[in-house]
Each structure stands twice: as structure tokens, then as C-alpha cells.
């Protein structure tokens, strides 16, 4: 038995929660929210955030930062994104020698262009840091419907440490030392998820969404491997098959915010509706920021960033898009002149 705690009790803080007990583990859910805490223990069940899905009676909660981070073998963080280096910053008091953290969540800092990975590694430097990604919906997971996702670590043993924690007969986990782009593809497939969600909102079909899928895998690969990342990443798991379930899922709630978009809905007006952190619209501007800097186009993201910051129609970034200059679809495939 591990001694695990989760930093964030949200739907997937909540689902992991119940996935790593049901294996056996010891498990203590944090969260900053009084009143949440209050509900768990009262009801055991996030009648909030994953209905329906109930927590064991041995299962702690509690909102005192040092008691759910000191000691622990494994602290999972899954607070959202733009709450990552706040929360680091305050759990580095407690983090001991060596202790691992797993980063849950998805984005990229706007301000920093860090990863969430890398922003832990900042706050804490004394931890070791692991990621878990991959197609996983909260509300699926919760439920036991099997689920496949990968563990990224710098070091093997940590890596395959953690895949023993969290596999079960329900929940595959693959690992590889690819921890950037496992997170680039965690963090851009949001955007692309918006994307998609506007088409949705505009009354467009299957066709559309093939081609925002597979084009904005082209994007994040091309992103991807400019930083570092792997072609493989971007080919699996934590690349296309986080895509196509973020783009194809009403649990998504970057798809979600999308659709109403589309619908006419502002971005605030959109996020209000979702009433959940709608990660992509976070993520969008750093990732034109990452585009800048390594010299990447990103055309699908950039009409994203129009569309949420510069007030442009959802019809006319569309347009942009299906009108851009001619291009050959994969530039390394060679002709062959007769």
C-alpha cells in the first residue's frame, strides 16, 4: 500500500482519487475550499463535479496543506492549470528529498511559456517531478470504463513505480521518458478542442472536424519537434488519441466552450456556461508565444487566439483558414519527376 495524496479535488483529482483506492492505496484528497471538503466528507460524493461517483468511508480529506503533503509517497497534482505554480509555492514548505510529485493537469504558463512540469520543477526543486496524461475523461475513469494513458518521467524506475501504483484491470498505463511532449500534446490539443467545438457551434459536420484532428495534430507535432519533443509522443497516446477524445467528447469541457462559441457566445459568457476551467483558452496565447519563439506557424491556434482575443467572427477565421496560401501536405515526402 502507497501513501498518496491528491492536491485538487476536482473531477479528475476526484476520479484519480477513487482509482488509486480501489487499488489498494492510502489516499487523502486536498483541497483549498472549505466547503468542498466539508461536502466530501459529508456526502462522499463530488455532487458538483462527478455525480454519481462515490468515495470510500476510509478516504481523508482535508484542507490543511501540510498534513496532505508532508510524509506522503506520492503527491498527485491536480489542480487546474492557471493554479499550478500558486499551489507549488505553497506545498514547498512540505515536499521532502526526492519526493514525487505527478502533475495531472494540462497547460502551458502564458506568461513564463513553461510547462506545468517545469513550473513544479521551479517551485519545488527538491521534488521529482512526473506527469500522467493521455485520453482519460474524468467521469469515465470514475466509473471504471477502461482507460489507457501514459506516465512521463526522467527516470525509468520512477516511471514504471508509478505505472505499479495506478494500473489496474480498467486503467493502462504506458510509460516513456517523454515528459515535453506528453505535455505539449496534453496542453495544445485543448486549443485545437476549441476549435473543433466552434465548428460544432457553427453547424458544420464530420469532415470538419476530420480536418481540424488531423491538421491540428500537424500543428502540435510541428510545435512539439521544434522543442524537443519526440514524433512518437505525438503519434499515441498523449498526441492524437488525446486529441480526437478532447475534440469528440461532451465531456470535454474545451469542446464544450467551443460550441457555445460557435453559438455566438463570448469566451467569458462560454466559460461562465461550462462552470469548470476551461484550460484551452489559457493555453491558446502561450502557445503562440512558443510559436514565435521557435519559429513555427500554427494556423489553426492562431484563428483560435483571433476568435477569443481579437474579436474576430468565428465565420471569418474559418475562412482565413480554408483560404491560407497552397500547400503541399507533407513537404518530406519527395516527388519522383518522371
Known amino acids: ?14 476520479a484519480l482519487a477513487v482509482l488509486l483506492h480501489r487499488n489498494g492505496h492510502k489516499v487523502t484528497v486536498w483541497s483549498i475550499m472549505e466547503p468542498e471538503i466539508e461536502m466530501l466528507k459529508r456526502e462522499h460524493e ?14 481523508v480529506f482535508t484542507t490543511d496543506l501540510e498534513t496532505a503533503v508532508k510524509d506522503k509517497d506520492v503527491l ?38 513553461l510547462t506545468l512540469s517545469q513550473i513544479i520543477e521551479e517551485e519545488i526543486p527538491q521534488a521529482e517531478v512526473a506527469v500522467l496524461s493521455g485520453p482519460s475523461h474524468a467521469e469515465e475513469v470514475g466509473r471504471g470504463i477502461p482507460t ?3 506516465v512521463g518521467a526522467q527516470k525509468k524506475a520512477t516511471a514504471e513505480y508509478l505505472q505499479n ?7 493502462r498505463v504506458y510509460i516513456s ?6 505535455e505539449l500534446g496534453a ?7 476549441l476549435a473543433a467545438g466552434i465548428a460544432d457551434g457553427l453547424g458544420y459536420g464530420d469532415n470538419t472536424k476530420a480536418a481540424l484532428i488531423t491538421r491540428g495534430i500537424a500543428e502540435i507535432a510541428r510545435l512539439g519537434l521544434a522543442m524537443g519533443g519526440r514524433i512518437e509522443t505525438f503519434s499515441g497516446l498523449t498526441g492524437i488519441g488525446d486529441l480526437i477524445v478532447t475534440c469528440a467528447s461532451m465531456h470535454s469541457r474545451n469542446r464544450r466552450a467551443g460550441i457555445l462559441i460557435g453559438k455566438g457566445y463570448t469566451m467569458e459568457q462560454a466559460m ?3 462552470k469548470m476551467v476551461v484550460e484551452g483558452v489559457y493555453s491558446a496565447k502561450a502557445a503562440m508565444g512558443l510559436a514565435e519563439k521557435y519559429g513555427v506557424q500554427l494556423p489553426i491556434i492562431e484563428q483560435v487566439n483571433a476568435v477569443l482575443f481579437g474579436a474576430m467572427p468565428v465565420d471569418e477565421a474559418v475562412k482565413n483558414l480554408m483560404l491560407r496560401d497552397k500547400k503541399i501536405e507533407n513537404p518530406l515526402i519527395p516527388w519522383e519527376e518522371k
Request: proline share 7%; no cysteine; hydrophobic share 45%.
Open 272 to 274: 461562465d456556461e461550462v
Open 1 to 14: 500500500m502507497v501513501d498518496i495524496s491528491i492536491i485538487g479535488a476536482g473531477s479528475w483529482g476526484t
Open 187 to 193: 496542453a495544445l490539443k485543448n486549443v485545437v478542442a
Open 165 to 171: 501504483i495506478f494500473m489496474n484491470e480498467v486503467f
Open 76 to 113: 498527485v497534482l491536480a489542480v487546474p492549470s492557471p493554479y499550478t505554480r500558486s499551489t507549488s509555492h505553497s506545498m514547498k514548505p512540505y515536499v521532502g528529498e526526492g519526493q514525487i510529485i505527478v502533475n495531472v493537469a494540462k497547460g502551458i504558463e502564458e506568461k513564463t511559456l
Open 177 to 182: 521518458p517523454d515528459v515535453l511532449g506528453i
Open 46 to 59: 463530488h455532487k458538483d463535479k462527478l455525480p454519481g461517483v462515490k468515495l470510500p468511508e476510509d478516504m
Open 148 to 150: 489507457t494513458i501514459v
